[in-house]
């Protein structure tokens, strides 16, 4: 670590949460050098649904590059692009009667965020954007601008403009129904809101602490967006890819959103991809009006096909994940159930969960207590007041037990230091 805190920036934030060098890495474990193992509920913040060096993945992209084949493109045409344009319609989108054009916007999911609030503004001739408090989107200026997070805002060092942001899903407390207030704000002449070009939501906030928008919500979102001519931008970033136990987060609400963000896990290997999905009448930028450098991945699109070929030809894989997104309910409810006095409340879907604490500290008090116990686990929310679950889709039945029983001791752990007046453990 020596070397780590000596030559990189003061900005890196992860190797301060889990101060080891990590060296091997393999399904939902990572492996110290020193040969001590983690369960990993992290997986790179969503990045790794299939695990850590998935064989299946692996091969192909080892297949890949011994052939001498192509790496780096921009966005001319390769075998590679062609075959996952190819696999991800058969697989993902024809089955699910969707009708998107693919736009590769860049290799993170700031960038897929990017494009879509430019084609939104250029396809409506509008500027302001609709975001919702506590969402994150990313960390340029435009997705920064809706981002909600303070902190995260300051850093851009300028105004972050022509964003709106409303109340999310409960975020004024239950039987409130935060979208009276959007509407009301959209029908009145003298509410200050200029017509918005879009909306952007994620439907379970990741950063914004694993805040799971109802599914009646989300309807009504697309119902009002319908209405005035607004154009609905799912963020699918973290979400996405299977993580809440669908491959598209809002696949249960019956969303058709006119564009859809998709990166992180959707280059299946942990290899830097992004999508946008765009309605094809919506699919108006003229050629290069919208590039970068590393806008054709080859060795992504390789493994992104690969994902989908072993993942989600048929609805298996899918139900595994809805399957173990109970078990994980079902033990987050019963660590809040005994743990009263940490103030917990269970949130989230699928592999996307998390226990909040409403005790100034403990969520960081938990991850901390867990890493030390051999979990890595996360924290978000404004407040990093929750305590966040993102395992690799792949985990067995085995990792999964052993992983929430170690999250259940450093909770209970936390609970009984925080009893006797100390605040940090480990």
């Keep these: 670590m020596n070397i780590i805190e000596r030559y990189e920036s003061e900005v890196r934030s992860y190797s301060r949460g889990f101060p080891v060098v990590f060296t091997k890495a393999k399904g939902a474990i990572l ?4 040969g001590r193992e983690y369960i990993d509920f992290f997986a790179g913040a969503g990045a790794l649904n299939y695990g850590h060096n998935d064989e299946a993945l692996k091969q192909k992209l080892i297949d890949y590059i011994a052939g001498d084949n192509i790496t780096h493109s921009l966005d001319m045409a390769t075998e590679a692009r062609e075959r996952f344009l190819e696999a991800f319609h058969d697989i993902i989108l024809e089955p699910r009667g969707m009708d998107y054009k693919v736009m590769f ?42 981002t909600g997070n303070a902190f995260k805002r300051k850093g851009a060092g300028k105004a972050l403009d022509d964003t709106v942001f409303m109340p999310f899903d409960r975020f004024m407390g239950e039987g409130v129904d935060t979208l009276d207030h959007f509407e009301n704000m959209l029908t009145c002449s003298s509410s200050g809101l200029d017509h918005p070009a879009a909306v952007i939501v994620e439907t379970v906030q990741g950063e914004g602490g694993i805040n799971a928008a109802g599914m009646d919500w989300l309807k009504r979102l697309q119902s009002i967006c319908r209405a005035h001519d607004i154009k609905l931008i799912v963020d ?16 249960p609400a019956g969303l058709d959103p006119d564009f859809i963000c998709l990166s992180k896990s959707i280059g299946g290997y942990g290899l830097p991809m992004a ?27 390789v493994t992104a096909t690969a994902a989908l070929e072993t993942y989600w030809r048929d609805d298996k894989f899918a139900c595994s994940v809805r399957e173990k997104g109970e078990t994980i309910r079902a033990r987050l409810e019963e660590m809040a159930a005994a743990h009263p006095e940490l103030k917990p409340e269970v949130r989230g879907r699928g592999f996307m969960q998390g226990l909040a604490l409403h005790v100034d500290g403990a969520a960081e008090d938990v991850s901390a207590a867990a890493f030390e116990r051999g979990l890595i686990m996360e924290t978000s929310g404004a407040n990093d007041e929750v305590a966040k679950l993102l395992p690799p889709l792949i985990l067995s039945e085995d990792e999964l037990r052993r992983g929430l029983d170690i999250m259940a001791d450093a909770v209970a752990a936390v609970a009984r230091k925080r009893e006797g007046g100390e605040k940090r453990v480990a």
Excluded: W, Y
Aim: proline content about 6%; some cysteine; glycine content about 12%.
């Design 275 to 301: 999508i946008t999905l765009i309605k094809p009448e919506f699919d108006k930028f003229a050629p290069g009006e919208h590039n970068g450098t590393f806008r054709g991945n080859n060795p992504a699109f």
């Design 105 to 146: 916007p860049g290799p993170t999911g700031t960038n897929c965020v990017e494009a879509a609030l430019k084609l939104a503004r250029k396809v409506t001739g509008r500027r302001t954007i609709v975001s919702f408090t506590n969402a994150f989107h990313g960390m340029t200026l435009g997705s920064l601008a809706v």
């Design 31 to 34: 492996t110290d050098r020193d």
């Design 236 to 251: 699918d970033v973290q979400a996405g890819c299977g993580r809440t136990g669908t491959f598209f987060s809002f696949e």
